[in-house]
């Protein structure tokens, strides 16, 4: 059965009731909401993994576009296909030619390596940046392409309705009241914080858990995978 954030907001309301917090509903939701930023923003959860296979089209000598309104980040990039594998740093966007064959890696660069080392002639794009709210490509490309990949997807606002999308849904409660009792100095602190810890342990676990068991099917190699 789904977990949706009604049932966080009930958990928050009965939970903050009882150790007589005197915070709005709203409020604990709205903290909630950001404690599941934080953790987004921190792990690759499958949850939030977006496969999209038209992220931008471009246009003949046309640098920028418009991101998708899903796009919340870039996965998180590795130098290495896993632990002493050597290969460059996947962002997780490619790009396809319309030839038919395999689309090719798009290399992420930080805005000022990418400002000075742009190409000022046009040809197939092999590297982005990102600007606010748009993605832009080097060299500008020469033709029509296609882009696609994975990213991690943007964390809506509390929808009542919506489903939580974390396998421990519950660690949000947990957070939340322990932010609050810490912030507040009150003596449950230390046992919410115990809870908190003890469900987000879990959540890290089954996350690398899914991970290993990724990397260990693609790339069978000895020593630890990344």
Not at 35 to 51: G, H, P, R, S
Request: net charge negative; aromatic share 8%.
């Amino acid at each position: 059965m789904s977990f949706i954030w009604a049932d966080v907001a009930d958990l928050l309301e009965g939970r903050s009731r009882r150790l007589k917090l005197e915070d709005d509903i709203a409020d604990l939701l709205m903290a909630a909401y950001g404690i599941l930023q934080e953790i987004v923003d921190t792990y690759d959860l499958a949850a939030y993994t977006c496969f999209n296979e038209s992220i931008f089209t471009t246009v003949a000598d046309e640098r920028t576009y418009a991101l998708p309104d899903t796009f919340g980040r870039l996965l998180h990039a590795h130098d290495e296909l896993a632990a002493n594998v050597p290969g460059k740093g996947q962002s997780g966007l490619l790009l396809d030619d319309g030839g038919g064959g395999t689309p090719t890696d798009l290399l992420y660069e930080e805005p000022i390596i990418f400002r000075r080392e742009r190409h000022l002639t046009s040809g197939t794009p092999a590297t982005f940046t990102l600007s606010q709210r748009t993605l832009v490509l080097d060299p500008a490309p020469d033709a029509v392409y296609t882009g696609l990949g994975v990213y991690i997807a943007r964390v809506e606002r509390p929808d009542l309705d919506a489903d939580v999308l974390l396998d421990e849904p519950t660690v949000l409660v947990a957070r939340t009241l322990a932010q609050v009792a810490g912030d507040r100095g009150l003596p449950q602190a230390q046992q919410l914080q115990l809870e908190s810890d003890r469900l987000m342990s879990a959540l890290v676990n089954n996350h690398h858990r899914a991970k290993q068991k990724f990397f260990s099917s693609r790339w069978p190699i000895r020593g630890s995978i990344r």
